[in-house]
């Protein structure tokens, strides 16, 4: 739609903006050299996120579509999902940075773990998820009452004195879930272009606050983007195999950008 539209090229002038502007501080307090290699990192992680963040906007359009989820609910889930989103961000960025700084060697498990989710996307790349024999909702569905019916935006209500979960507490658990499993190949990712802390949390927030209007301009276009997963699965192992062939790290680069 054209409303999602705007928002998406309103993220993503922020974006530009934000790089814009820390290019001209870092440039007034560290140098020009620092200033462009700064950007550059943050430019390449936000863009490394939003090319995964597109895949994911399927896999967000395959359970909204099994679960029958309204419109008018499919944006409140969606608001929810960037929120928990972010705070997932950010633990797993603090964890990773402290981790690369502390072990180097991970550096390089990070790097095999993105070839072999390459290698897997690759594999399955032409595979569609079967939402009903999803771990997760098959553990929900045997282990609690939900009901059959929405109550708007009620996660449970109570029938007849009985606790019951609504389809809309099940939907919001697959959506994190699912993003939890993306933020698994994403970040890594970014930690390839740089583990500086401040520049990996930007790049992946202003990718992450495009993510819900990038749904509804993009969710009735999947035929369109039917190789979408063979080029990210070649994305992913090329930066796998870029990381495995570093040379050893020192140090982490943890400058405060």
């Avoid at 560290?30 to 550059?40: E, N, Q, S, T």
């Avoid at 997760?136 to 939900?146: A, D, T």
């Avoid at 507490?169 to 698994?184: G, K, N, R, T, Y």
Wanted: proline share 4%; charged share 15%; glycine share 8%.
């Amino acid at each position: 739609s054209r409303k999602a539209l705007c928002w998406v090229l309103a993220w993503t002038a922020l974006a530009l903006l934000f790089g814009v502007l820390l290019w001209w501080f870092l440039d007034a307090t560290l140098g020009r050299a620092v200033a462009h290699r700064k950007v550059l990192e943050f430019f390449t992680g936000y863009l490394i996120e939003l090319s995964l963040s597109v895949d994911n906007m399927f896999v967000f359009s395959l359970i909204f579509g099994y679960f029958a989820v309204p419109l008018e609910l499919q944006r409140r889930v969606l608001l929810y999902g960037v929120l928990g989103a972010i705070v997932m961000r950010v633990s797993m960025i603090l964890a990773g940075v402290w981790l690369l700084s502390q072990f180097s060697w991970l550096f390089y498990a990070l790097g095999g773990l993105l070839v072999v989710t390459g290698g897997r996307m690759l594999a399955k790349a032409d595979y569609e998820p079967d939402i009903a024999r999803n771990p997760l909702v098959r553990f929900l569905r045997s282990s609690m009452r939900i009901t059959k019916e929405y109550h708007g935006e009620s996660f449970f209500v109570r029938i007849g004195g009985l606790p019951y979960a609504t389809p809309m507490f099940v939907v919001l658990l697959m959506i994190e879930a699912s993003d939890a499993v993306f933020a698994v190949d994403s970040i890594p990712a970014i930690f390839a272009v740089t583990t500086d802390p401040f520049l990996v949390f930007t790049s992946n927030i202003f990718a992450i606050m495009g993510l819900r209007a990038m749904y509804f301009l993009l969710a009735d276009m999947r035929e369109r983007f039917r190789y979408l997963k063979h080029g990210l699965a070649a994305v992913l192992i090329i930066i796998g195999g870029k990381m495995l062939a570093a040379p050893p790290r020192k140090k982490a680069d943890n400058g405060h950008g």
